[in-house]
């Protein structure tokens, strides 16, 4: 089985394709990229961007990965009886259910994550699925 791992030249076109993005949106960002350990490979700042990207790009990122699953999807499940309620608090409060964070798929498994943070929460998505489309055509060359 092959399977696309993310270095740190492909993290840095992923991260470049999400301040392009930002760039489009007029949105000032941070960019996370992470292995599928959640291991932080690359991270972008834009001039002007807000002082929590930092924290919460890495950890959407994280978050992803862990849980499989886009970040914004994890936030009806975390709210007040249900499901994973509480789950944001878990981790040291890494965890992060809302927009921008996207799990990278290689086959059956997990290889990689994206967060983005500093614009709204449908900036945030639409720049780390600008990063992700850049993983999926690495993906799909291998």
Do not use: N
């Amino acid at each position: 089985m092959t399977r696309t791992e993310v270095d740190l030249g492909l993290a840095r076109r992923m991260a470049a394709a999400a301040v392009e993005a930002a760039t489009s949106l007029d949105a000032l960002v941070s960019v996370a990229v992470v292995d599928g350990g959640g291991h932080l490979v690359c991270f972008e700042r834009m001039d002007g961007a807000e002082i929590a990207g930092p924290v919460l790009a890495p950890d959407k990122a994280y978050t992803a990965v862990a849980h499989r699953a886009r970040t914004h999807e994890l936030a009806p499940l975390v709210m007040p009886g249900g499901p994973l309620a509480g789950m944001q608090s878990a981790s040291h409060g890494r965890f992060v259910c809302f927009a921008g964070g996207i799990p990278l798929w290689s086959g059956q498994r997990v290889v990689a994550g994206v967060g983005v943070s500093g614009g709204t929460a449908e900036h945030d998505l639409a720049c780390a699925e600008a990063a992700a489309e850049v993983f999926d055509a690495a993906e799909v060359t291998q």
